[in-house]
C-alpha cells in the first residue's frame, strides 16, 4: 500500500484580500486619486445626511393644527399634515371625497393588474383602462348623473389635479400619436409632411406657451358662444403638445419592428389597415411601453406648469398655501413635501420603464 | 394589383377604389382640404370675433412706446423705447441664460456622467443619487425652491457677505467688480488673436512631425505658456488698459459694478442642475456604447491612459452623445421660459407678459414667441445634424 | 374626378357654415348658463378673496353677485374664474367670462383697443407705495435707486415708470405675476417698495407677516379708477352691468338697505318706487325683471353696505370712504337717476 498523498487543506486567503478590507481597497481606495474622491465624498454624505435627518426626522415636529406647534428647530410638517387634505383633493367638497378615493382605487388595481405580469386577458384590462375607465372616472370626479352631486372643475385641485391632468394627457395622445407616426411613415407626401409640420411645430415650442394659448386664445378660435371649460381647454393644450411627442415614441416602435414582418403581412396579401393593426402596432405597442412610460414621467413633471395659467395643481396649492399669514415662513416643508410626492411617482415609473426595457432587451437580441 | 387595373381598361372604372394611386391622391386631397379647412375656419373665426369685440389687430403695435422698465437689459433701453425693442430685450435675456445655462449644465453633467462610471463604488453611488433625484423632480419646483426658499435666505444689502476683491453677495443679487477696458486694449486682444494663432501652429506642425517620424513631443505646456506670456507681456508693455469698477453701497443697494440678479441666478441654478442630470445619462450611455474590445484594444497598441480616452473612446462616444444631447439642449432652451414664474425678464415675461398686458395683442404676440422659440430649435437642431454628419461613422 | 368635386364643393359648404358665427348675446347666454361667469383676482383681500373652504368676498365679487341676482334672481349664480392681471383682457376678449370685475383700472387705450367698456367705478383709487418703516424714508422723492416690486401687467408698471422719469430718479422695477408672490418678494427683501393702488396696498399689508413694521407713503402718483367691463359690442349686457352698480349707489343715495327693503317697498317716494320696480315697469326695458334692483339690494346691498362690508368700517381694511362717498356727502359716488 503506497501512502496516499492527502493535500493539505489551501490556506486561506491573505486577510487584506477579502472581506470589507479588501472591497474598500478595490472600490473606494484604489489609486490616490480616489482615496481622496472618497474621504470628499464620504464627508459630504455624512454631514448632509446628518443634518437632513436631524432636521426631517428628529428635530421635527408632527402633530398639531397651527404653527404653535411647531417648537423645535427642525421641519414643521404640522403645515403639510394640516393642509393635507387640501393639497391632495384641493377645493373638493369634503362630502364627495369619497367619489376622487374611490376613483384613485379603481386606478390602482386596474394599473396593478397591468404592471403584473402574470395577469390574465391583459389586453382586455388595457382597452378597459383606455376606454371604459376615463368614462367612469369622468362621471365619478364631475357627477352630474347617477344622483352624483355636480363638482365643478374649479374646485378640483391638488394631487388629484395633477394626476387627472397627465392620464388624460396621456391616454389621449396615444391615439392620435399612433396616427401621425403612421403619417409620418407614410408614402404620401402630402399626409407625411403635414404630419412632419405638426410634430416639429409642437416639439419647437415651449409647453408653457402652448398653455397660454390654450386657456386665453382658443375661446378666440372658436365660434362665438361655444363655452368650455379651463380645465378642459388646458387639456387640449396639453394633449396637442403631448401628441407630438408621443408620435415620436411610437415612431421609434415602428422603426424597431424588422421589415420582414411588413414584407411578411403583404405575402399573406394582408391590406394596410390589417397589416398595421394585426401585425404591426400590437409588435411595435410592445415595444414602445418603456417609451410610453418615459413621456409619461416627463408630462407628469409638466404638468407642474398649469400653475402659470391658474390651475391649482399639487405645487400651485402648495405654493399658494404658503403665502398664509398664518403658515409664513414654512416654504421649505412644503417644497419639499412637494418635491417627494412627485419624485416617489417618478421613480417608481422610471424603475419600472427600466426593468420593461431589461425584460424587452434579452427578447429581441 | 395596380398593374391589372392599368392593363385592363375595363376593370379600371369598377376598381378605382382598389388603385393604391387613386387612393392616395383621394386620402392626400381630403387631408389638405380637412387641416386648410380647419385652419380657415379658425381664423374665420378669430377674425369676426375680434372684429365684433374692437380688438385691434395687426403689428403696429411695435413702435408704439412701452411706458414700462424692465430690471435686466443687455442692450441699452428705457421706458420711451418701443415695443419691438422690448422683444429684442426679452430675447436676448432668454438667450443670455440658455447660453449660460448650457455651458454649466454640460460642465456639470459631464462630470456627474463620469463620476457615475467611475471605478470609485460611493462616487457612483452620489452619481447616481443625484441623477435619481433632479431627474424626478418638476423643474418648475426646483426654481420656486432655489428662487423662494434658498435665495430668500441671503441677508439685506446693508449685512452683504463680502466675498472678498469687491464682490459682495445679498438677496438683491450678486455684484462683481466690471472690467473697464481702456485705450489700448484692443493690443491686447490682438496679441490673444496671435496666441491662439501660434498654438494652432504648434499643434499642427506636431501632428505633422508625428504623423511623418512617429515622435511625439507634449504641447500642452508649451501652448499653455504661449496663451499666458504672449498677453500678459503685451497687457504690461502697453501700460495696463484695464481698471476695474467696483460696487459700491449707495442708499438702498450696491450701485455700479457687474450684479447679477437673484432671478437670473436661481434661474441659472435651477437649469444647470436639472439638465445636467439628464445629460449625465447621456454621457454615461455614450460611453457605455463604445465596446470594451475598443478600450482593449487601445490598450494592446500600448496606448496611454489619457490617449485611450482621448483618441478612441470620447470620439467614439460623441457620435452616440451629440443627438440626445442636442435635445437636452433644446429643452434647456425651451424650459428657460418658466423665467416667467420668479420674474427673470425672458422673452416670455416680458413679451408674452407685460407686453402682451399692455396692448392687448395676444394672438400676434403669442405667435411671434412661438416664432422665436421654433427658429431657436431648428436653428439649433440643423447645426447639430451638420455637426452629426460630420462626425458620422463613414461605412466602408 | 366628380368624387373630388363634390368633396371639395362639401368642405366649401362646411366652411360657409362655419363661418357665420352668431352674434354675441352675453344676456341670453348667462340666462341659458343659469350663471354668471366672473372674472375676479386671485386673491386681494377686501376686492375678490377666496376664503379656506373657496367662497369669494369683497367689492368686485359683491358687482358679480349684484349682476347675477339682476339677471338670475338669485346672487349666488356666479361662477368666479380667479385670472392674474397679465390673463384678464384675454379672458374677457375671448368671451371666457362675461364680465371682468377684477379691481382693474379704466384708461383710454383700454377701451379704444382692447375691445372692451368700462361700465362705471366701484371705487376711486389711486397708486402709492408701501416701503419697510426701517428705511427711515417718509417721501416717494427719496426713493432714488430703488428696487420695487411691481406686479405685472398693471396700469402701475406704467405709472411708476412715469413717475420715476418726470422726477429724475432711477429704480429698479422686480415684476412678479401674482400679488401674492409680489408680497413675499416685498417682505423677504428683494425690494424696498412695493408699489400698487392705495386700497390694495392696504390689503396686501395685512397680509405681511408683521403689518406694524410697513407703512403707506402719503404720495398718490396717479388717479385709479377701478372698475367693472364687458366686451364691446353687447350694448345691452353693457347696460345691464351699468345700472347694477348705479343701482346699489341710488340706493345707498334713497337710504334702501338690505335690512329695510322689504319695507321701503312700500315708500312713498316715487323714486324708490321706480328703483324697486313697483312702479314704472324699467325693468324689462333693460331686459331684466321689474324688481331687479330689489333683488340686488336685497342679496346684496347697497353701495354703502358693501363698502363697509368688504374694505370700510367693518372689514379689517378699515379703510375710509373718502373719494368714494356719495356725491352728497363730498364724494364722487354720483348714479344718473332711475326713470
Known amino acids: 500500500m503506497g501512502k496516499v498523498h492527502v493535500p493539505k487543506p489551501s490556506l486561506p486567503p491573505p486577510s487584506n484580500s477579502i472581506g470589507a478590507i479588501a472591497w474598500a481597497k478595490k472600490h473606494l481606495f484604489s489609486t490616490p486619486l480616489n482615496s481622496v474622491l472618497t474621504i470628499i465624498g464620504m464627508y459630504l454624505v455624512v454631514t448632509m445626511g446628518y443634518w437632513t435627518i436631524n432636521w426631517a426626522f428628529i428635530n421635527a415636529d408632527w402633530v398639531g393644527d397651527s404653527r404653535e406647534a411647531c417648537t423645535s428647530s427642525g421641519a414643521c410638517w404640522v403645515f403639510v399634515s394640516a393642509r393635507f387634505n387640501q393639497f391632495i383633493y384641493g377645493f373638493y367638497p369634503e362630502s364627495e371625497i369619497w367619489r376622487v378615493n374611490l376613483m384613485f382605487a379603481i386606478f390602482t388595481v386596474l394599473l396593478l393588474a397591468l404592471v403584473i405580469e402574470k395577469t390574465p386577458k391583459k389586453p382586455w384590462i388595457a382597452a378597459f383602462t383606455l376606454v371604459v375607465f376615463p368614462i367612469i372616472a369622468f362621471f365619478l370626479l364631475y357627477g352630474d348623473a347617477f344622483g352624483l352631486e355636480r363638482v365643478e372643475t374649479h374646485k378640483w385641485g391638488g394631487l388629484m389635479l395633477t394626476l387627472v391632468l397627465a392620464v388624460v394627457g396621456i391616454v389621449a395622445s396615444l391615439p392620435i400619436g399612433v396616427l401621425l407616426a403612421l403619417g409620418r411613415r407614410s408614402n404620401m407626401p402630402i399626409i407625411k409632411n403635414l404630419c412632419v409640420v405638426y410634430i416639429e411645430f409642437w416639439r419647437g415650442v415651449p409647453l408653457i406657451t402652448v398653455l397660454f394659448m390654450a386657456s386665453v386664445m382658443l375661446p378666440l378660435f372658436m365660434h362665438a358662444g361655444a363655452e368650455t371649460d379651463k380645465l378642459i381647454r388646458a387639456m387640449i393644450g396639453i394633449v396637442l403638445f403631448q401628441a407630438a411627442y408621443m408620435a415620436e415614441v411610437v415612431r421609434g416602435g415602428l422603426q424597431a419592428i424588422p421589415k420582414g414582418q411588413f414584407e411578411a403581412a403583404d405575402a399573406l396579401g394582408l391590406n394596410y389597415p390589417k397589416t398595421m393593426g394585426l401585425i404591426i402596432l400590437p409588435q411595435a405597442l410592445k415595444l414602445m411601453t418603456p417609451g410610453i412610460v418615459n413621456t409619461f414621467i416627463a408630462l407628469f413633471k409638466d404638468t407642474s406648469l398649469v400653475l402659470i395659467i391658474g390651475l391649482f395643481d399639487l405645487l400651485a396649492i402648495v405654493q399658494s398655501a404658503l403665502a398664509d399669514p398664518k403658515w409664513l415662513g414654512y416654504s421649505v416643508e412644503g417644497y419639499v413635501f412637494v418635491a417627494f410626492m412627485f419624485w416617489i411617482f417618478c421613480f417608481g415609473m422610471s424603475k419600472y420603464s427600466q426593468h420593461l426595457e431589461k425584460k424587452l432587451n434579452t427578447g429581441h437580441r | 394589383m395596380q398593374k391589372d387595373s392599368n392593363e385592363n381598361p375595363e376593370l ?385 | 374626378m366628380t368624387r373630388n368635386k363634390s368633396l371639395v364643393s362639401a368642405a366649401i359648404v362646411s366652411l360657409a357654415i362655419g363661418s357665420t358665427a352668431a352674434q354675441a348675446d352675453t344676456l341670453e347666454n348667462v340666462t341659458k348658463k343659469g350663471y354668471v361667469q366672473c372674472g375676479v383676482s386671485t386673491g386681494l383681500p377686501g376686492f375678490s378673496n377666496p376664503d379656506e373652504k373657496g367662497n369669494w368676498t369683497g367689492i368686485d365679487v359683491d358687482v358679480c353677485r349684484g349682476v347675477a341676482a339682476a339677471v338670475l334672481g338669485d346672487a349666488s349664480k356666479v361662477k368666479y374664474i380667479p385670472l392674474n392681471a397679465k390673463e384678464r383682457f384675454t379672458a374677457l376678449q375671448s368671451g371666457e367670462i362675461d364680465l371682468l370685475s377684477r379691481n382693474t383700472t379704466w384708461t383710454l387705450s383700454r377701451d379704444a383697443s382692447l375691445g372692451m367698456n368700462f361700465s362705471g367705478v366701484t371705487y376711486y383709487d389711486g397708486q402709492g407705495f408701501l416701503i419697510n418703516k426701517g428705511l427711515g424714508v417718509k417721501s416717494a422723492t427719496e426713493l432714488d435707486g430703488a428696487s420695487i416690486c411691481i406686479q405685472a401687467g398693471t396700469t402701475t408698471e406704467l405709472n411708476v415708470s412715469d413717475y420715476f422719469r418726470l422726477k429724475g430718479m432711477k429704480f429698479e422695477p422686480i415684476v412678479f405675476d401674482t400679488s401674492d408672490q409680489t408680497v413675499k418678494g416685498f417682505e423677504a427683501g428683494r425690494c424696498d417698495v412695493l408699489t400698487s393702488d392705495q386700497s390694495q396696498l392696504y390689503a396686501l399689508r395685512i397680509k405681511l407677516a408683521e403689518p406694524e413694521k410697513a407703512m403707506v407713503l402719503p404720495e398718490v402718483i396717479s388717479k385709479e379708477p377701478l372698475g367693472p367691463s364687458v366686451r364691446q359690442g353687447d350694448d345691452k349686457w353693457f347696460s345691464i352691468v351699468k345700472w347694477t352698480l348705479f343701482a346699489m349707489i341710488n340706493a345707498e343715495e334713497l337710504g334702501v338697505s338690505s335690512a329695510n327693503v322689504d319695507k321701503m317697498k312700500t315708500s312713498d317716494n316715487p323714486s324708490i318706487k321706480r328703483l324697486l320696480g313697483t312702479e314704472g315697469g324699467l325693468g324689462a326695458n333693460l331686459g331684466v325683471s321689474d324688481d331687479w334692483a330689489y333683488k340686488i339690494v336685497k342679496q346684496v346691498g347697497n353701495y354703502g353696505e358693501v363698502f363697509d362690508r368688504n374694505v370700510g368700517e367693518n372689514s379689517p381694511l378699515k379703510i375710509s370712504r373718502g373719494l368714494n362717498a356719495l356725491w352728497s356727502d363730498g364724494g364722487l359716488m354720483y348714479a344718473p337717476p332711475a326713470r
Open chain 2, 12 to 396: 379600371k372604372k369598377t376598381n378605382l377604389w382598389n388603385d393604391a394611386n387613386f387612393r392616395a391622391m383621394l386620402f392626400q386631397v381630403v387631408a389638405i382640404l380637412a387641416v386648410f379647412g380647419f385652419i380657415g375656419y379658425i381664423v374665420n373665426n378669430a377674425l369676426t370675433n375680434m372684429e365684433q369685440r374692437g380688438i385691434v389687430t395687426g403689428f403696429g403695435f411695435l413702435t408704439d412706446q412701452a411706458g414700462f422698465g424692465i430690471v435686466q437689459t443687455l442692450i441699452e433701453y428705457t421706458e420711451t423705447d418701443s415695443y419691438g425693442r422690448t422683444f429684442i430685450v426679452g430675447l436676448l435675456n432668454t438667450v443670455l441664460v440658455s447660453f449660460l445655462g448650457i455651458i454649466l449644465a454640460t460642465l456639470l453633467g459631464f462630470l456627474i456622467g463620469v463620476g457615475r462610471l467611475s471605478s470609485n463604488w460611493l462616487i457612483s453611488k452620489l452619481s447616481s443619487l443625484y441623477i435619481e433625484i433632479f431627474r424626478n423632480i418638476p423643474l418648475l419646483l426646483q426654481i420656486f425652491f432655489w428662487y423662494f426658499a434658498v435665495l430668500r435666505a441671503l441677508p439685506p444689502p446693508k449685512q452683504s457677505f463680502d466675498l472678498g476683491a469687491g464682490a459682495f453677495l445679498n438677496i438683491r443679487g450678486f455684484f462683481l467688480p466690471k472690467p473697464i477696458f481702456e485705450d489700448g486694449f484692443s493690443w491686447v486682444i490682438g496679441a490673444i488673436i496671435l496666441a491662439i494663432a501660434a498654438v494652432i501652429y504648434l499643434v499642427k506642425s506636431n501632428k505633422r512631425r508625428q504623423l511623418d517620424t512617429g515622435i511625439y513631443k507634449p504641447v500642452l505646456l508649451p501652448s499653455l505658456a504661449i496663451l499666458f506670456i504672449i498677453p500678459a507681456l503685451v497687457f504690461f508693455v502697453v501700460g495696463q488698459p484695464l481698471s476695474w469698477d467696483y460696487p459700491a453701497l449707495r442708499g438702498f443697494n450696491f450701485q455700479g459694478g457687474l450684479s447679477i440678479i437673484p432671478e437670473l441666478m436661481a434661474l441659472l441654478v435651477a437649469l444647470t442642475i436639472y439638465t445636467a442630470a439628464f445629460i449625465a445619462e447621456v454621457v454615461r450611455s455614450g460611453i457605455e456604447a463604445v465596446s470594451d474590445g475598443q478600450s482593449e484594444a487601445a490598450d494592446a497598441l500600448g496606448l496611454s491612459n489619457g490617449q485611450r480616452l482621448r483618441l478612441i473612446v470620447i470620439p467614439q462616444a460623441l457620435r452616440v452623445i451629440i443627438p440626445p444631447l442636442t435635445n437636452q439642449y433644446l429643452n434647456l432652451t425651451k424650459n428657460s421660459s418658466l423665467a416667467t414664474a420668479i420674474g427673470y425678464p425672458d422673452l416670455v415675461s416680458v413679451f408674452s407678459g407685460t407686453t402682451l398686458n399692455q396692448t392687448g395683442q395676444a394672438i400676434e404676440i403669442i405667435f411671434m414667441t412661438m416664432g422665436v422659440y421654433l427658429t431657436l430649435s431648428l436653428l439649433t437642431s440643423s447645426l447639430m445634424n451638420w455637426y452629426n454628419r460630420r462626425v458620422a461613422l463613414v461605412e466602408r
